[in-house]
């Protein structure tokens, strides 16, 4: 039980046994006099609603204070033990807490499980105990326990159960959570904890010692700016969750993420110095936020645009259309002879796809600016988001060709029902591509290969039609082998660009020393690490292959072509024992006409949509071809 005073909150609650009247009084005041965003957004809320929000608000009150406001670990370990068991009395339909006595009402009406409550406790347990963080993975899976599940009681409140809305949710809130955790940095310092991954601080050169001594330099500006892109990545794949909920509710979800952005915004600005200083929100910035979320429920609701305007806008975006064909015919690449597979409709989306993607990798891949490069692709980022909204606002600022393919591009999503999260993604790689220089395991590679690649493959399949969730898995199997294809055949180009893509654990695993990518010629060590690496290639290319069954039929020879393409050339530096030091390995001109005439008269089918290994050449690698976590 808790002593007298040991908790602050504690000293206003009602006696154990209390009446459910005098519980529930409790309940909203504590909501209502602690600090928190929570009573900035709650009065939007359905009335009804409100007490229960007081209530779980009240359960999460209580366990986030006695892990974090009891000084010593061993006696906040028995006072969480403590709460576990009125927890279970609770469920028992025997609580004795007056938060439990007000959480039991609502349990009931909601049919709300006991597991997010019980995950709760195992987070602030494990704050008792864990105060480094080794891995990316290992902060995202605290994060399943001490945020997920705030954001799927919310839903059950709310009466949303489905799986597809807690999976955007628990985007949503790992996201808002580690904003904070990059907020608070020297707030944490002084609890002896280290949120940030220590093998992301790592590749950016910086030991715990240095987080530690508060060091702050370059290596840790680049830390964060790589922690803020893979948080805004994360917010952007939960933003459709908005869209899917009561439009009250809608409001409530876009002000706590842009609430969450623009602490990742605050943290920008402040030069990244997080661990010195804390940046924050002002009341006046929380009530614009809140404003802007009102301003776009409301536009979300305007009526469509009158039918005098239809006919220009539909010139609009046939010369938007046009644009991104002429831009996708001089980049000359492997993907524009697919196009011409497609039905009009179908080659025009990607075109569309083609366009913006080569746009934004243009602006990553010019000079040497690296900040104007970041700015390059906010700026993207906002005119993408601006042009999914519908915004009619000036923006002098928007990038250059915004304007000519945004059109093409949002009415491709439209017409598909492709996530804009996907293109978010995309920019997310592009900002990885200014400040990653190297990769310490194989799964930080797999994360870059979904957002460079692996989300082409998921707007590819949109615009190719399918109707079994499948696709959108093998399909991220298809990114993931052609980026490894690309990654094998360049591997000496890019390290002569300051880039090592391949995992340290796995140059460490064959002995390569990263300057050996520098030489005139493949070594044994670097032939026999390219051959591991296509392995797993190899491996993801087998199992997307099952891709070609399940879109459209109309759509097949398109992703035939290209698996076809790209698994060809995997072939031929197989063939080649993987010289990738010389002339650049390429098909030439006769034999893609050679695949499009196969592709476009022959029978297509899973068996021969891989162009076929030299079996002489064949090794055992490892397994590669795992959903990216996340």
């Given at each position: 039980m808790l002593r007298p005073n040991e908790l602050e909150i504690a000293t206003n609650a009602p006696p154990p046994g209390c009446t459910p009247e005098a519980a529930q009084i409790y309940t909203r005041w504590l909501a209502t006099h602690h600090y928190e965003n929570f009573n900035v957004v709650s009065?939007?809320?359905?009335?009804?609603?409100?007490?229960?929000?007081?209530?779980?608000?009240?359960?999460?009150?209580?366990?986030?204070?006695?892990?974090?406001?009891?000084?010593?670990?061993?006696?906040?370990?028995?006072?969480?033990?403590?709460?576990?068991?009125?927890?279970?009395?609770?469920?028992?339909?025997?609580?004795?807490?007056?938060?439990?006595i007000a959480l039991r009402e609502t349990i009931v009406a909601k049919e709300i499980p006991k597991q997010?409550?019980?995950?709760?406790?195992?987070?602030?347990?494990?704050?008792?105990?864990?105060?480094?963080?080794?891995?990316?993975?290992?902060?995202?899976?605290?994060?399943?326990?001490?945020?997920?599940?705030?954001?799927?009681?919310?839903?059950?409140?709310?009466?949303y159960r489905d799986e597809r809305r807690q999976l955007l949710s628990d985007a949503t809130c790992t996201a808002l959570q580690l904003a904070n955790f990059w907020q608070d940095v020297s707030r944490d310092l002084e609890k002896g904890r280290i949120y940030i991954p220590?093998?992301?601080?790592?590749?950016?050169?910086?030991?715990?010692?240095?987080?530690?001594?508060?060091?702050?330099?370059?290596?840790?500006?680049?830390?964060?700016?790589?922690?803020?892109?893979?948080?805004?990545?994360?917010?952007?794949?939960?933003?459709?969750?908005?869209?899917?909920?009561?439009s009250r509710l809608s409001i409530d979800l876009?002000?706590?993420?842009?609430?969450?952005?623009?602490?990742?915004?605050?943290?920008?600005?402040?030069?990244?110095?997080?661990?010195?200083?804390?940046?924050?929100?002002?009341?006046?910035?929380?009530?614009r936020l809140l404003g802007r979320a009102l301003v776009t429920h409301l536009v979300a609701r305007d009526p469509k645009p009158a039918a005098g305007n239809q006919e220009e806008i539909a010139d609009s975006i046939a010369q938007s259309y046009e644009e991104c064909h002429r831009i996708a015919r001089s980049s000359h690449?492997?993907?524009?002879?697919?196009?011409?597979?497609?039905?009009?409709?179908?080659?025009?989306?990607?075109?569309?796809?083609?366009?913006?993607?080569?746009?934004?990798?243009?602006?990553?891949?010019?000079?040497?600016?690296?900040?104007?490069?970041?700015?390059?692709?906010?700026?993207?980022?906002?005119?993408?988001?601006?042009?999914?909204?519908?915004?009619?606002?000036?923006n002098n600022s928007a990038p250059t060709g915004a304007a000519l393919v945004l059109p093409a591009l949002v009415d491709t999503m439209r017409r598909y029902n492709m996530p804009a999260r996907y293109l978010h993604d995309l920019i997310s790689g592009a900002e990885m591509d200014l400040t990653v220089?190297?990769?310490?395991?194989?799964?930080?590679?797999?994360?870059?290969?979904y957002r460079v690649a692996g989300t082409v493959g998921l707007t590819c399949t949109h615009v190719f039609g399918f109707r079994d969730q499948r696709a959108l898995d093998l399909a991220e199997k298809l990114g993931l082998a052609f980026q490894l294809t690309n990654i094998i055949r360049d591997v000496r180009d890019d390290y002569a660009m300051g880039r090592v893509y391949l995992p340290h654990e796995d140059l460490a695993q064959y002995n390569v020393d990263p300057q050996d990518f520098a030489r005139s010629a493949a070594t044994l060590g670097v032939r026999e690490l390219l051959r591991f690496e296509a392995a797993r290639a190899w491996e993801c290319y087998e199992e997307g292959a099952a891709l070609l069954n399940l879109i459209e039929p109309e759509?097949?020879?398109?992703?035939?072509?290209?698996?076809?393409?790209?698994?060809?050339?995997?072939?031929?530096?197989?063939?080649?024992?993987?010289?990738?030091?010389?002339?650049?390995?390429?098909?030439?001109?006769?034999?893609?006409?050679?695949?499009?005439?196969?592709?476009?008269?022959?029978?297509?089918?899973?068996?021969?949509?891989?162009?076929?290994?030299?079996?002489?050449?064949?090794?055992?690698g490892g397994a590669g071809g795992r959903r990216r976590a996340g």
């Open positions: 009065w939007l809320l359905p009335k009804e609603l409100h007490q229960h929000f007081y209530n779980v608000y009240a359960y999460c009150r209580w366990a986030d204070d006695l892990g974090d406001e009891i000084p010593d670990a061993q006696r906040a370990l028995e006072l969480l033990d403590w709460w576990d068991v009125e927890l279970n009395a609770c469920y028992q339909a025997k609580p004795s807490h007056p938060v439990f997010p409550f019980a995950d709760l406790l195992k987070a602030f347990r494990q704050d008792q105990t864990v105060k480094r963080y080794p891995t990316w993975d290992s902060v995202l899976n605290y994060c399943v326990y001490s945020a997920n599940p705030v954001g799927r009681l919310v839903l059950y409140l709310c009466g220590l093998d992301a601080a790592a590749a950016h050169g910086l030991a715990e010692a240095d987080i530690v001594n508060r060091r702050f330099d370059d290596r840790y500006v680049n830390l964060m700016k790589d922690l803020i892109a893979r948080t805004r990545t994360l917010f952007a794949e939960g933003a459709p969750l908005a869209k899917m909920v009561d876009d002000m706590f993420s842009r609430g969450g952005l623009a602490v990742l915004d605050a943290i920008e600005a402040s030069g990244y110095d997080t661990l010195h200083e804390r940046p924050s929100i002002g009341k006046g910035k929380q009530a690449s492997n993907f524009y002879y697919a196009f011409f597979l497609l039905p009009r409709k179908r080659r025009d989306g990607l075109a569309a796809l083609y366009a913006f993607m080569r746009l934004v990798d243009d602006v990553a891949d010019e000079g040497d600016d690296v900040p104007a490069k970041q700015r390059g692709l906010a700026k993207w980022r906002a005119a993408l988001d601006d042009a999914v909204n519908a915004s009619n606002r000036a220089k190297s990769y310490a395991t194989f799964d930080r590679l797999r994360e870059y290969c759509s097949r020879p398109a992703l035939w072509l290209l698996v076809h393409t790209y698994s060809a050339l995997l072939a031929r530096i197989e063939e080649l024992d993987y010289a990738v030091f010389g002339e650049r390995v390429r098909l030439s001109k006769a034999e893609k006409l050679v695949f499009i005439a196969k592709a476009r008269f022959t029978r297509l089918t899973e068996e021969n949509i891989l162009e076929k290994r030299d079996s002489d050449r064949r090794r055992a």
